[in-house]
């Protein structure tokens, strides 16, 4: 990713990753244009996240996602209306209430019976 994208992602400015770099407390890596630029295994070792916790949380979202997936099926869509007019009564989620809304706006009476 380049050094703008990884500078905000991590939290930092711009100069302060050019800082780093020439300190050597983390070297970018460059591009055939000499710019820098950082992967995923740069963002992760500045996270103190190691490659074993990398693979263990890949596998907990894996079971997360198949859990609820498993979850939505056994739902009747009366009990997915219910937990969805409940998110956004709770203003649980607000990035998601849009999305919510018109899900459960676009249900049709059909969509109910099953």
């Known amino acids: ?3 703008a994208e990884f500078a905000n992602r991590i939290g930092v400015s711009e ?3 050019r800082n780093w770099d020439k300190s050597g407390k983390l070297v970018a890596k460059r591009t055939k244009g ?12 500045y996270m103190g996240i190691s ?10 979202k894996d ?3 198949k ?16 937990i969805a007019k ?7 989620r607000p ?7 018109q899900f459960v706006n676009n249900m049709s009476e059909d969509d109910m019976k099953d």
């Open 15 to 17: 100069q302060t990753l």
């Open 34 to 45: 000499n710019h820098r630029f950082y992967t995923e295994d740069d963002y992760n070792d």
């Open 86 to 92: 409940q998110a956004i009564q709770k203003d649980m």
């Open 51 to 60: 490659s074993k916790n990398q693979k263990e949380v890949s596998n907990m």
């Open 63 to 65: 079971i997360q996602e």
């Open 67 to 82: 859990w609820l997936a498993d979850f939505v099926d056994s739902m009747s869509e009366e009990e997915a209306k219910k």
């Open 1 to 3: 990713m380049k050094l």
């Open 95 to 101: 990035q998601y209430q849009k999305d919510i809304e």
